[in-house]
């Protein structure tokens, strides 16, 4: 039989797995489905029609081990899932995690604490996305992919598989590093080819692109392509892959408006 503390609400038609484990104060919606094993911690709120498979949880709390360079959180707010969510076997979504509509959260993948995840993204296999990072909408983070903590991904980005990213360029060495921890930045439409590492601070603009397997070490421009280790300008990304030239409602809208959200 499952565990279901008796604060918790649950909308119509949702099922949830005699093994499942729900928290107090938890809210889950309409016509959810919470497969078997899965946790949900407490106070987290559910979007409708949302599954949740084998193991999964959403509310997890942070550790910090005892030699731990961040700082002691103190309480977090709940974990935020929208309408439409796939949360897939073995995944975790921590507690101050936000996920919007539509998201694709892949079996094993993980996303931190006050990080942000924007409506139809997909965050595959294995992906890990770390605390403090904002992710837009419509995008793709392949297998295995790494995001290190404080980046920022805008919409429309795609990373491809086995990317790496670093926010610490001491190797975690020497006291000064803790005044120059910074993460990623990936502007709306920017690509990574697989296999690629970007270091810490980088900016990759508006449709740039990184061939497979190169580190990056410098910023790339907006609209051209870098290839190497280090990564140098080859050439400018083809008219015909260019986000504006897509055919997608977001970036229909977005052209409509002149919005550079």
Known sequence: ????????QIGAGTEIHPSA????????GRDCRIGPHAVIREGSRIGNEVRMDEGAVVGKEPMRSVNSILPPESKLPAALIGDGVLIG??????RGA????????????????KTTIGERTIVGRGVVVENQCAVGRYCKLETEAYITAFSTIEDRVFIAPGVCTS????????????????????????????GSVILPGVT??????????????????????VLGSPAKVLRPV???????NQDWPDVRETASTGSND
């Open 1 to 8: 039989m499952n565990w279901i503390d008796p604060t918790a």
């Open 21 to 28: 484990v729900v928290e107090a104060g938890v809210q889950i």
């Open 89 to 94: 076997m073995g995944a975790a979504v921590y």
């Open 98 to 113: 936000v996920v919007g509509a539509r998201v694709l959260i892949a079996d094993q993948a993980s996303v931190r604490e």
């Open 167 to 194: 926010n610490d360029n001491y190797i975690g060495r020497t006291e000064e590093r803790f005044k120059h921890f910074k993460g990623v930045t990936v502007k709306r439409g920017g690509r990574i080819g697989v």
């Open 204 to 225: 990759i603009h508006e449709d740039g692109v990184v061939a497979a397997g190169s580190v990056v070490t410098r910023d790339v421009p907006a609209r051209m392509i």
């Open 238 to 244: 083809p008219k015909e892959q260019l986000l504006e």
